[in-house]
């Protein structure tokens, strides 16, 4: 009797541990679908960036913009007033004409190409102004990843700001224009594309507003630390290669030169 008191009790217990793990099981991918559900990160500038995870990182927070963390952005945590849940189910994807969504890095690189700019000035511009988010709003009503006015964009002849390539295009040529009007002064471009060129005129310069300091000063900023971390890979690039040359075994014939073989300077050519 004690023995088959102890089968059933292992039984039960076999039961309700299977049954527990099923509950798991359950629970783990609700977790890990709650985990990667689509966020919104609500910023302190009024802007919000959609996002399908995140993760901090001593005082940043880096907001990944796909489950394989293949792209993010990095945001400040002091920046970030919290997060909301986005209700919003995703846009299908602009294709191309193979029928993929065309990268981000291909639409910047033709708008840039177009309007013959530094595709890495026109992503830290993109950065600056949306943190990448193709459906950024800002309070006063610019939209997608360059922050098109409604008005600037219409006179731009962008139809629809959150396209992609349409927004992309139509900034990277209103920063060329603002390029052009201000002599190739790209700070004066710069706070111009964020305040107007009224307000660079009115004050002959960037306008004492915090905003747009911050504005200039940090796409700037991020602008020359990309070009000076490409030249210090460029020289590093250049010295392991003449290190190699040297290290390289010579090539170069043993013993006499053939008969048939001229050089140069006894070339009668």
Not at 243 to 248: E, G, T
Not at 260 to 268: G, Y
């Given at each position: 009797m004690i023995r088959g008191r102890s089968s059933a009790t292992v039984r039960a217990t076999r039961a309700a541990a299977k049954g527990a793990a099923s509950f798991c099981a359950v629970a783990i991918i609700l977790l890990a679908r709650s985990a990667t559900a689509a966020e919104l990160a609500i910023l302190r500038n009024g802007f919000s960036i959609r996002h399908e995870h995140r993760r901090v990182v001593g005082a940043t927070t880096r907001l990944y913009f796909a489950a394989d963390d293949s792209s993010f952005t990095d945001v400040p945590t002091a920046e970030i007033t919290g997060y909301e849940e986005d209700l919003l189910l995703p846009l299908?994807?602009?294709?191309?004409?193979?029928g993929s969504a065309p990268a981000l890095n291909e639409v910047v690189n033709s708008a840039s190409a177009a309007y013959h700019l530094d595709p890495d000035l026109v992503n830290s511009v993109i950065h600056a102004e949306s943190g990448f988010n193709s459906r950024a709003v800002s309070p006063k009503g610019a939209r997608g990843l360059m922050q098109l006015m409604p008005s600037t964009a219409g006179q731009l002849g962008v139809h629809d700001a959150f396209d992609p390539a349409t927004n992309v295009e139509g900034g990277s040529r209103y920063l060329r224009e603002l390029l052009e009007r201000y002599n190739f002064d790209l700070v004066k471009a710069l706070a111009a594309y964020n305040a107007g060129p009224q307000r660079v005129e009115q004050y002959r310069g960037v306008p004492p507003f915090r905003?747009?300091?911050?504005?200039?000063?940090?796409?700037v900023h991020e602008y020359n630390t990309k070009k000076i971390a490409q030249e210090k890979e460029a020289k590093q690039k250049q010295a392991a290669a003449r290190?190699?040359?040297?290290?390289?075994?010579?090539?170069?014939?043993?013993?006499?030169k053939p008969a048939?073989?001229?050089?140069?300077?006894?070339?009668?050519y």
């Open positions: 299908p994807a602009t294709a191309d004409a193979r905003e747009t300091r911050a504005y200039v000063a940090r796409i290190a190699a040359s040297k290290k390289a075994p010579s090539r170069a014939p043993q013993g006499p048939a073989t001229a050089s140069v300077a006894e070339s009668p």
